[in-house]
């Protein structure tokens, strides 16, 4: 069974860009959670999908943005990016969503933003 | 609010040196604890659930526990592979949205 994945792996970008971060769960799995590492904050809970609806957001300001599609692909999105953003973006996915015994992660996408 | 406190920040064990890695919180109504390790790299990978003061689970050399106010992740005999940095993490029923309240870790080497 294949796991979860990210794409891109490594993202250079400037401030003031925008950036597109895809994620593709586990067969079957519908909810994709995600993640924000820095090694200043540690691991911040971003916002949750299920079927299409974001279902819980944690206290990001809006220029974080998601999507998810009906394939349970998901997306992130980053306007006017800035230098703080830079961090590990990591996403989840489960079969019900938060909360549940087992969410399996995906290696990541690493964001510089110079 | 919500809170996830984890120590230490580091630890450096010998090969065979049992220890335990401390998880202390504060939420309103724990729903469930969680213990994640994570490789340099990597994505976080999961290794317990508990839900309910007095639980315990293991898995190899892990055991976790659970009390009213904080977790413990006891390694013991650790190996080399042992090394990663250990995360906790706590979802509350009320607060938080129901998200997930990380720790930022406990960064273990064993040394052999």
């Known amino acids: 069974k294949a796991g979860v994945t990210q794409t891109p792996r490594y993202l250079i970008k400037t401030r003031g860009q925008q950036v597109t971060l895809s994620c593709s769960p586990i067969s079957g799995h519908r909810s994709v959670s995600w993640y924000q590492q820095t090694p200043g904050q540690g691991l911040q809970f971003l916002f949750e999908?299920?079927?299409?609806?974001?279902?819980n957001k944690g206290n990001f300001p809006g220029r974080f943005s998601g999507r998810q599609f009906s394939n349970s692909r998901s997306e992130m999105n980053v306007s006017t990016l800035e230098l703080g953003d830079s961090a590990l973006y990591l996403c989840a996915s489960s079969v019900q969503g938060l909360g549940e015994e087992t969410q399996y992660f995906g290696p990541g996408t690493r964001l510089l933003v110079l | 609010e919500d809170q996830v406190t984890q120590s230490p920040e580091a630890l450096r064990l010998q090969e065979g040196e049992s220890s335990s890695l401390n998880c202390s919180y504060t939420?309103?109504?724990?729903?469930?604890l969680f213990w994640y390790r994570q490789d340099p790299g990597k994505g976080p990978e999961f290794l317990f659930t508990l839900y309910s003061a007095g639980e315990e689970k293991e898995k190899e050399r892990l055991k976790a526990t659970l009390t009213k106010k904080e977790s413990f992740l006891h390694i013991t005999a650790p190996k080399p592979e042992d090394s990663a940095t250990y995360l906790c993490?706590?979802?509350?029923?009320?607060?938080?949205?129901?998200?997930?309240?990380f720790g930022k870790g406990t960064k273990l080497s064993v040394k052999p």
């Open positions: 939420v309103s109504g724990l729903r469930g």
């Open positions: 999908y299920f079927s299409e609806t974001q279902r």
């Open positions: 993490a706590v979802q509350a029923y009320e607060g938080s949205q129901g998200n997930l309240i």
